[in-house]
């Protein structure tokens, strides 16, 4: 199972791989300082996006765990769907 980070800046939900301590770090920084632009990285290869980070604006970090769903076993019955009457 793997875990991917959320982040949610201004209602915009950016995906991100493990670890992401330095990136909360530079965000941090960049507010600290009445704002400034940080490199949000890409979940898969790519050059990523800059984001113009600012005092006031709304950030939200979020842990998913990404893994693979059960599998039904060859011998389990699957129910049919209902069935509906007009």
Same mark, same amino acid.
């Given at each position: 199972?793997?875990?991917?980070?959320? @982040?949610?800046?201004?209602?915009?939900?950016?995906?991100?791989?493990?670890?992401?301590?330095?990136?909360?770090?530079?965000? @941090?920084?960049?507010?600290?300082?009445?704002?400034?632009?940080?490199?949000?990285?890409? @979940?898969?290869?790519?050059?990523?996006?800059?984001?113009?980070?600012?005092?006031?604006?709304?950030?939200?970090?979020?842990?998913?765990?990404?893994?693979?769903?059960?599998?039904?076993?060859?011998?389990?019955?699957?129910?049919?769907?209902?069935?509906?009457? @007009?």
């Amino acid at each position: 199972m793997a875990i991917v980070n959320r @982040l949610t800046v201004d209602g915009r939900d950016y995906f991100l791989p493990d670890p992401v301590t330095g990136l909360k770090t530079q965000i @941090l920084e960049a507010i600290k300082a009445g704002g400034g632009y940080v490199n949000i990285p890409p @979940l898969r290869g790519g050059p990523g996006i800059d984001i113009l980070f600012s005092p006031g604006m709304p950030v939200t970090w979020s842990q998913i765990d990404v893994g693979e769903s059960p599998s039904v076993a060859d011998d389990t019955p699957v129910d049919a769907p209902d069935e509906f009457t @007009l």
